[in-house]
């Protein structure tokens, strides 16, 4: 049976689109300088762990204390101080912004879905200039579901008129991003070059595509018979 051609692109946002683990230790080190002891990458295992998720901020509190430095204020500062410098350190993967151009140039929508918030998710998009570029973000707090669950895919279908078999998915986990999407029907391409999933190793689900550099879903969606 000929497959079927794409008209929607679905990401998922950190990770796939830029490096947010690079930004996370950045945040971390201003954290651990704050406080006058840790280290940046000591502190970043703690979102790693799984227990909370991955920007979950009782990570934090957990680490402050761990360091016996833990304060109601002293929290409350360290957690404006990560969120502030998370963001300044946020920076594109190479030819991200010139792959989602020529993706809509080719006639197909580019929809970010993450399980960031709607406010936190529009403060990366901005600061890589994203925001303006991609047809929708469906954050968390708009579906109310958050990845593996199907739900969070389901919505993100129906909310962009969508059909799976019309659909491929980006992302970097293949527990959290690919086997969901691939289960629903979707196109999977896993985001090989941005999975910083340690907790997730010993998880392994086929994608339908394994990407080096996001460029490669150009040549994806031309092979399933869409041209400029």
Do not use: W
């Not at 406080?35 to 009782?58: A, K, V």
């Not at 963001?87 to 399980?115: N, P, Q």
């Not at 925001?131 to 469906?138: R, S, T, Y």
Request: proline letters at 2%.
């Amino acid at each position: 049976m000929k497959e079927k051609e794409l008209q929607y692109v679905f990401s998922d946002m950190d990770n796939t689109l830029f490096d947010f683990v690079h930004a996370k230790v950045k945040a971390c080190a201003a954290v651990v300088d704050r406080i006058g002891t840790g280290d940046p990458l000591e502190m970043l295992s703690y979102f790693l762990r799984g227990i909370y998720g991955f920007e979950n901020l009782e990570n934090i509190e957990d680490y402050l204390r761990e360091k016996l430095v833990f304060s109601a204020p002293l929290f409350e500062e360290c957690c404006g101080i990560y969120e502030d410098m998370k963001v300044e350190h946020v920076e594109l993967y190479d030819g991200v912004l010139d792959t989602i151009r020529a993706v809509k140039d080719m006639g197909c929508s580019f929809v970010i879905v993450t399980d960031a918030d709607t406010e936190n998710a529009y403060r990366r998009l901005k600061r890589v200039g994203l925001a303006g570029v991609v047809d929708d973000v469906i954050a968390y707090d708009m579906s109310g579901k958050k990845k593996p669950d199907l739900g969070a895919f389901e919505f993100a279908l129906n909310r962009s008129g969508a059909s799976a078999d019309e659909s491929m998915y980006i992302g970097d986990s293949l527990r959290r991003d690919i086997a969901p999407a691939k289960k629903i029907g979707m196109v999977t391409a896993y985001a090989a070059y941005g999975d910083r999933n340690d907790h997730d190793r010993d998880f392994f689900f086929e994608p339908d595509y394994k990407l080096n550099h996001i460029g490669e879903i150009i040549e994806i969606i031309q092979s399933r018979g869409k041209v400029n």
